[in-house]
């Protein structure tokens, strides 16, 4: 094959990766993003109490400030804005701002619970019906013990409590359902059933663990929502979901019916000194997963091998014609 033949196809095919990224960019035009909360620190004070303070107002979704469960007390053991945000390598927007976290309590517990009130509550079989996405960062901490006890990202309806008041987690759940979730777990309740259903998340195959949770520290998680007002509730997980097109999830219950009027920053009960507590940042929601998106690595960090091939193909054609033209 001439090079003059190699050029153009290739050429062709970076002429497609222009295309297809601008189709990518503007494909979005139908999706609503509801709310982003990047923990700007023009909107937040660095190691401030969370609760009373209210940030990211670029949506409808969430309304009032964040407010405390009143446990522990004072609040000062409470839920604090990190002066340092969170980030991972291949975020698309980085990340700005702070962090909702805490501060190391040295020798015992990480305790605390932090929520928003959603503008419109999902209270069963009423509006809002549809499919909401959510995404956040999440750091769940490192340290010398093997167990994190209870750390995750919680949802909860008419109060701060346990069951039956709390009604997802997605995250570490030592202390739920006799103490063997250790793994990254996703749990949703039914209201229709009074009954919770753990699934843990899966990539390749395999359950993920605490020590896969530590490559990178920090993580991007997506929840998706399909609510139905006639039938069933889907809600599926996903861990470090590359590019913009929707993967499958790595975890997913179905319930008759779930009911939520509030989210919860890293809600962490951990009873270990030397541990550093978790903590959540860059909060999207939106109605298409690509609102959500912000993650180019995988997993691991490992860049997407379709892209590392056609961002090659693209480079080669311009060596190549710029070998062309100095011939």
Same mark, same amino acid.
């Given at each position: 094959m001439g090079?003059?033949?190699?050029?153009?196809?290739l050429s062709l095919l970076a002429g497609l990766v222009a295309v297809l990224s601008l189709v990518c960019l503007g494909g979005t035009a139908h999706a609503v993003s509801l709310w982003y909360d990047g923990f700007d620190l023009?909107?937040?004070? +660095?190691?401030?109490?969370?609760?009373?303070?209210?940030?990211? *107002?670029?949506? /409808?979704?969430?309304? *009032?400030p964040w407010i405390s469960s009143g446990y522990p007390d004072p609040p000062a053991e409470n839920t604090i804005v990190l002066s340092t945000g969170l980030t991972r390598p291949g975020l698309v927007n980085p990340a700005i701002g702070g962090a909702a976290g805490r501060a190391l309590r040295a020798g015992c517990c990480q305790e605390q619970r932090v929520s928003r009130l959603l503008t419109d509550p999902w209270s069963g079989f009423t509006p809002p019906e549809?499919?909401?996405?959510?995404?956040?960062? #999440?750091?769940?901490?490192?340290?010398?013990? /093997? %167990?994190v006890h209870h750390r995750t990202f919680e949802m909860h309806d008419a109060g701060f409590g346990d069951?039956? *008041?709390?009604?997802?987690?997605?995250?570490?759940?030592?202390? +739920? #359902?006799? =103490?063997?979730?250790?793994?990254?777990?996703?749990?949703?309740? %039914? %209201?229709?059933?009074?009954?919770? /259903?753990? @699934?843990?998340?899966t990539v390749g195959g395999n359950e993920v663990s605490l020590g896969d949770m530590?490559?990178? $520290?920090?993580?991007?998680? @997506?929840?998706?929502?399909?609510?139905? =007002?006639?039938? %069933?509730?889907?809600?599926?997980a996903f861990?470090?979901?590359? $590019?913009?097109?929707?993967? #499958?999830? *790595?975890?997913?219950?179905?319930?008759?019916?779930m009911i939520a009027d509030r989210m919860s920053a890293m809600a962490q009960f951990a009873y270990h000194g030397e541990d550093t507590p978790g903590a959540l940042d860059e909060i999207r929601v939106g109605t298409e997963f690509s609102d959500v998106a912000n993650n180019t690595l995988r997993y691991v960090g490992i860049p997407e091998p379709?892209?590392?091939s056609l961002v090659g193909l693209a480079a080669m054609a311009?060596?190549?014609?710029a070998r062309r033209k100095r011939a």
């Amino acid at each position: 094959m001439g090079t003059r033949v190699v050029i153009k196809r290739l050429s062709l095919l970076a002429g497609l990766v222009a295309v297809l990224s601008l189709v990518c960019l503007g494909g979005t035009a139908h999706a609503v993003s509801l709310w982003y909360d990047g923990f700007d620190l023009g909107e937040y004070t +660095a190691d401030g109490a969370l609760a009373g303070a209210s940030g990211g *107002n670029s949506g /409808t979704f969430f309304t *009032n400030p964040w407010i405390s469960s009143g446990y522990p007390d004072p609040p000062a053991e409470n839920t604090i804005v990190l002066s340092t945000g969170l980030t991972r390598p291949g975020l698309v927007n980085p990340a700005i701002g702070g962090a909702a976290g805490r501060a190391l309590r040295a020798g015992c517990c990480q305790e605390q619970r932090v929520s928003r009130l959603l503008t419109d509550p999902w209270s069963g079989f009423t509006p809002p019906e549809g499919t909401f996405y959510l995404s956040f960062l #999440a750091n769940y901490g490192a340290g010398i013990s /093997t %167990d994190v006890h209870h750390r995750t990202f919680e949802m909860h309806d008419a109060g701060f409590g346990d069951d039956p *008041n709390r009604t997802l987690m997605l995250g570490f759940m030592g202390f +739920a #359902a006799g =103490n063997i979730y250790q793994n990254v777990t996703l749990a949703v309740r %039914d %209201d229709n059933t009074a009954t919770t /259903t753990f @699934v843990p998340l899966t990539v390749g195959g395999n359950e993920v663990s605490l020590g896969d949770m530590a490559v990178q $520290g920090t993580h991007l998680l @997506v929840l998706k929502f399909e609510l139905s =007002n006639s039938g %069933d509730d889907v809600i599926s997980a996903f861990l470090d979901p590359v $590019g913009t097109t929707e993967p #499958a999830p *790595n975890a997913q219950i179905t319930v008759g019916n779930m009911i939520a009027d509030r989210m919860s920053a890293m809600a962490q009960f951990a009873y270990h000194g030397e541990d550093t507590p978790g903590a959540l940042d860059e909060i999207r929601v939106g109605t298409e997963f690509s609102d959500v998106a912000n993650n180019t690595l995988r997993y691991v960090g490992i860049p997407e091998p379709g892209t590392l091939s056609l961002v090659g193909l693209a480079a080669m054609a311009c060596l190549l014609s710029a070998r062309r033209k100095r011939a």
